[in-house]
């Protein structure tokens, strides 16, 4: 629960800073469009998800590439891996593991450098997830005739499909090497439950609510030989 409203504060203020940015880039002289179509590719890695394997019942890894053209339109594809081994107070457990893939675009509201090396954006994806659960200890209230009782759900089948819209800031390091924060809101599109139960956890998207909220930490690296050369940072 801290988490989420850790993740929900931290949306908030990328959000914030993201108008704040907007509103000072308006003042200054706009600079003339990009005509290099192709200025390099970014592999991102995440930072947060393979740590949550230390204190949380939910954890995985992803990877991302996005692709700078005219230093305006950030093409992105995902491709991750997340696990769930989740107890509820009635000792309730629920597991799952599963590939997820997103795909969507960043699109710059400020930037700096000749190859966006450092920039505020905005973005949006949609992701796709189709993965097999099991549920076990699942305890039922008994009726006037019967007793109460305990049923497992193993080997179910579900998948899910949603989209998420962020705000996200990266900031290069040093040469090819840059780290970006960004912080997401997410809803369910279409979600196709077990054929006897109800997924309460969605892998690459998370608990299996609208909406969701989450804040991620890529380490990236500028592909070698990709795009134009770099300057300086101005």
Excluded at 29 to 56: M, N, Q, T
Excluded at 197 to 202: F, K
């Amino acid at each position: 629960m801290r988490l989420q409203n850790m993740s929900k504060y931290i949306y908030s203020l990328l959000i914030f800073s993201v108008i704040n940015l907007t509103t000072l880039a308006q003042t200054r002289p706009k600079a003339a469009r990009d005509s290099v179509f192709y200025h390099g590719a970014y592999l991102g890695i995440s930072l947060i998800e393979p740590v949550k394997s230390f204190f949380s019942a939910t954890w995985g890894s992803s990877v991302q590439l996005d692709v700078n053209l005219l230093n305006r339109f950030f093409p992105v594809v995902e491709l991750g891996y997340a696990q769930a081994k989740l107890v509820n107070p009635e000792q309730t457990r629920f597991d799952t593991k599963a590939i997820y893939y997103k795909a969507g675009i960043n699109l710059p509201i400020a930037k700096e450098g000749h190859n966006a090396e450092n920039l505020f954006f905005l973005g949006g994806r949609l992701g796709y997830c189709s993965f097999d659960y099991s549920i076990s200890g699942c305890v039922f209230d008994g009726t006037y005739w019967n007793r109460g009782y305990m049923k497992d759900f193993l080997n179910e089948h579900a998948g899910a499909a949603w989209g998420e819209v962020l705000a996200g800031l990266r900031v290069q390091l040093f040469g090819p090497v840059s780290l970006g924060w960004s912080g997401r809101m997410k809803t369910t599109l279409k979600v196709r439950n077990g054929e006897r139960s109800v997924p309460p956890y969605i892998p690459g998207y998370g608990l299996n609510r609208k909406p969701n909220y989450d804040l991620l930490l890529h380490l990236y690296c500028r592909l070698p030989g990709s795009g134009t050369k770099t300057n300086k940072r101005l």
